[in-house]
């Protein structure tokens, strides 16, 4: 991945917006369905670049920058994803909108999830992209590096993307290294959102690659949670899940680059512009 994959795109309208406490930064373009895109860990809304041209064409993305990410400053609260999602919850509320469809990767997915399943009169379509709903979930050489993830690995991430996009938009260069203590500490943090899971019934995609951060199997997993994959579909798809859930593992694809990939917005758009069964 280079640095070009986190920036690249026609930037929209942004701006700040002022909710439950924190600043958060907005972005805006396109018309059409209103649809909340929420970025993955140490990123911001510019990751989505190269696949917000295709995804403005009929949809108004609304990119946030997530507490202490991107151009939204830090506040005085642990990275709690059910905070977060409060914040969206406000946002939402703010705005004006009656419904949204929410599409959240790795970090955002989890922010996306909670937010559906704490304010779910206010999303239309839920798109949760490789985030686990359990820590044990991933493979255990993933979780001991998440163990090794403070302050004190900043010097390390020099002239990564991550380091790099932090440094260009942050309100507070410097904090870098705070946003890596709490990141580091939200994910030593044991939890379980299965019944977060079951409670949605708002049609969900659960999404992820093959060779993500867990394996399918997880996802597969989640998906039973949402009466998937639990008997055949019927010829005209009248036993698909109730509710007008899915499933895409998508092939060729990692954790790491899914969120740019071209498959992930085909998936997505067909998901969301899927007409009610």
């Not at 954790?255 to 071209?262: A, E, L």
Request: hydrophobic letters at 40%; aromatic letters at 6%.
């Amino acid at each position: 991945m280079t640095t070009t994959d986190w920036t690249t795109g026609a930037k929209g309208t942004g701006r700040y917006v002022e909710v439950n406490g924190i600043n958060l930064y907005v972005e805006t373009q396109g018309t059409g369905q209103p649809l909340i895109l929420l970025h993955g860990g140490l990123g911001s809304g510019e990751m989505f670049g190269p696949i917000l041209p295709a995804l403005t064409e009929h949809h108004r993305v609304i990119a946030v920058d997530l507490q202490g990410h991107g151009r939204t400053a830090d506040i005085d609260r642990p990275l709690d994803i059910k905070l977060m999602a409060d914040d969206i919850g406000a946002l939402i509320d703010h705005l004006e909108l009656d419904e949204v469809d929410l599409v959240g990767y790795s970090l955002g997915g989890g922010v996306a999830l909670q937010t559906a399943a704490r304010h779910p009169a206010h999303v239309r379509r839920l798109v949760v992209c490789s985030a686990n709903i359990r820590p044990d979930a991933i493979y255990p050489e993933m979780r001991a590096q998440q163990g090794q993830v403070n302050a004190a690995a900043a010097e390390f991430m020099k002239g990564t993307p991550m380091y790099e996009l932090y440094q260009r938009v942050a309100p507070h260069p410097e904090d870098f290294p705070r946003l890596l203590d709490k990141i580091g500490a939200a994910m030593a943090q044991d939890f379980d959102f299965t019944e977060e899971v079951r409670s949605l019934r708002m049609p969900t995609l659960m999404i992820a690659a093959d060779a993500d951060m867990a394996p399918p199997s997880h996802y597969v997993e989640v998906f039973e949670l949402l009466d998937g994959g639990l008997r055949d579909g019927g010829w005209v798809g009248e036993n698909r899940p109730r509710g007008g859930h899915a499933l895409a593992i998508l092939p060729g694809l990692t954790h790491y680059n899914i969120f740019s990939s071209p498959l992930f917005v085909a998936t997505v758009l067909a998901f969301l512009d899927a007409q009610p069964s």
